[in-house]
């Protein structure tokens, strides 16, 4: 059974920096493409950034230059680096395996995990 576990949100200041970790179970990790999500209160979820297995990555225009995605295969573990972060940039992060042949970078399991939650604010 696939279980995502978000970690490293919290309060940081606009300008700050945060990197937040995502730990995958019960799936083949290496295999899948994976990616982050976010939702900001009152909004749909939406793409943040998605790695596949070889380590090609894709951004949503709005994270691009500031936001950088990375994986460890050996550690099961996919990370979302956060620098020069924008109250804009409130949201819960979730990470999911993607769908990578489309643009949307759909997700593909339906149970998520609880998500972590960062807050841009002075």
């Known amino acids: 059974q696939v279980q995502l576990v978000e970690s490293g949100g919290g309060l940081v200041q606009p300008g700050g920096s945060l990197r937040l970790s995502c730990a995958a179970s019960?799936?083949?990790?290496?295999?899948?493409?994976m990616a982050w999500y976010r939702q900001a209160p009152g909004k749909q979820r939406e793409l943040v950034a998605g790695i596949t297995s070889g380590g090609s990555t894709n951004y949503a225009d709005s994270v691009k230059g500031r936001f950088t995605i990375s994986r460890d295969s050996a550690e099961n573990t996919v990370f979302l680096q956060m620098n020069s972060l924008k109250p804009e940039d409130t949201a819960v992060y979730y990470c999911?395996?993607?769908?990578?042949?489309?643009?949307?970078?759909?997700?593909?399991?339906?149970?998520w995990g609880q998500g972590t939650p960062v807050t841009v604010s002075s």
């Open positions: 999911n395996a993607a769908d990578a042949r489309n643009a949307k970078w759909s997700p593909l399991f339906q149970k």
């Open positions: 019960g799936i083949l990790f290496r295999t899948y493409p």
